[in-house]
Every structure is written in structure tokens, then in C-alpha cells.
């Protein structure tokens, strides 16, 4: 029966891509791979294999449309996860930890912190908190 919906789904989503020529804003294209789910690569290849042209650069333009959905997915997912990411100290310790007020320096601590999380993600808290340390005095 999952197989009956996912064939129903892939069907029913395969029918959005036409529009994809036109142009789509970043939360179009989340949107489809949303949507899509777990049936994302499916469905892409149903979108290749679903051009009956024999029109050959009609079918290379499809599937350079479908080449820069993929490519576009990719970068928005990275694009993503790099906004979601948190260091491992929040603005609140470190506000805490100075006995300072929200401000420009706790910004820029956390902007700090989060880099440094990026260039040495194995340090853990007592690390971190010890280059907060460093970096504070030299900065303030």
C-alpha cells in the first residue's frame, strides 16, 4: 500500500516542476523538496524521464532545469544549516560570565564563538569557555 502512495505522490508532484523554467524564489524550491520528502530523488528522475520530446535540446533543457533544482536544493540546505547553527555558548552565559549587559560585544563574543566553533569543532565546553576567556580580554 506505501508503495501505491508513494507511485500517487510522485505523480501528483511530478506536475509542479513544469513551472520550474519560469523561475522559482528559494522558498519555492524548499518547498518542493519538502514536499517531496523522502521521494526527492525519485521524483527529480521522473521529472527527466517524463520528457516524450524528440526535440533535443527541448530534453536538455529540461534536464538542465532539473540539474539546477538539484543544485539549488543543495545550496539552500547548506545555506540552512548554516543559519541554524548555535555555538556552544549562548548570549546569556556569556553575559553572565562577564557581568556585562546585551550589547555590541556580546555580539560580537558570539560571533566569535561561533567561528571558532566552525575552525575547532571538537573543543567542548571548558575549551570553549577558556578561548571566550582569551578572546574577551584582548577585545574589551
Known amino acids: ?6 507511485v500517487a505522490e510522485l505523480v501528483r508532484l511530478s506536475g509542479r516542476f513544469k513551472g520550474y523554467a519560469d523561475g522559482w524564489s528559494d522558498s519555492a524550491v524548499r518547498r518542493y ?3 517531496a520528502g523522502h521521494l526527492l ?5 521522473l521529472v527527466r524521464s517524463d520528457c516524450t520530446t ?9 534536464h538542465h532545469h532539473v540539474d539546477a533544482i538539484e543544485e539549488r536544493i543543495v545550496e539552500l540546505a547548506a545555506q ?17 560570565r562577564f557581568g556585562v549587559d546585551p550589547g555590541p560585544m556580546v555580539g560580537k563574543s558570539l ?14 565546553v571548558e575549551a570553549t569557555e ?6 574577551w580580554a ?3
Open 1 to 6: 500500500m506505501a508503495d501505491v502512495r508513494d
Open 33 to 35: 523538496a519538502r514536499d
Open 41 to 45: 530523488g525519485l521524483l527529480n528522475e
Open 54 to 62: 524528440r526535440n533535443q535540446r527541448k530534453r536538455l533543457e529540461l
Open 80 to 96: 540552512d544549516r548554516r543559519k541554524a547553527e548555535r555555538p556552544l555558548i549562548d548570549g546569556q552565559a556569556v553575559m553572565e
Open 111 to 124: 560571533k566569535f564563538l561561533l567561528e571558532l566553533k566552525r575552525s575547532e569543532p571538537e573543543l567542548d
Open 130 to 135: 577558556k578561548r571566550l576567556d582569551e578572546w
Open 138 to 140: 584582548a577585545n574589551s
